[in-house]
């Protein structure tokens, strides 16, 4: 029985086989997927799990080659995005810096 990292088996399963090059993304609710791209949903309810808990923990299991985020731009326009590339996933815990 796993006691450490991603406990969730498809998930766990999922990142295990994942190569070089591979993709892999990570999103909150409402993000539209297309049909036919592979889906692990992990939610069990409104706004859980925690989107950074789960890059967390997958961040145990994965040597990530890259990185992008996306933020929302404005607070007064909360439609708007714009493309963050990171130089490591995860800048609130990781001491990542954004390029330039």
């Known amino acids: ?3 450490h990292g991603v406990l969730h088996p498809e998930l766990a399963r999922t ?3 994942a190569g070089h090059g591979d993709l892999v993304g990570l999103a ?5 997927i297309p049909a036919h791209t592979p889906r692990i949903d992990l939610a069990f309810a409104p706004g859980k799990p925690q989107l950074l808990d789960v ?3 997958v961040l145990t299991e994965l040597y990530v080659e890259a990185a992008w985020s996306r933020m929302r731009a404005s607070k ?3 439609g708007c995005w714009m493309p963050w590339p990171i130089d490591c996933p995860a800048p609130r815990s990781y001491g990542c ?3 330039t």
């Not at 909150?28 to 539209?32: E, Q, T, V």
């Open 15 to 17: 990142l295990a086989s």
């Open 28 to 32: 909150d609710a409402g993000l539209p």
């Open 1 to 3: 029985m796993k006691d």
């Open 97 to 99: 810096r954004t390029r």
């Open 76 to 78: 007064r326009q909360p």
């Open 55 to 57: 890059l967390d923990a």
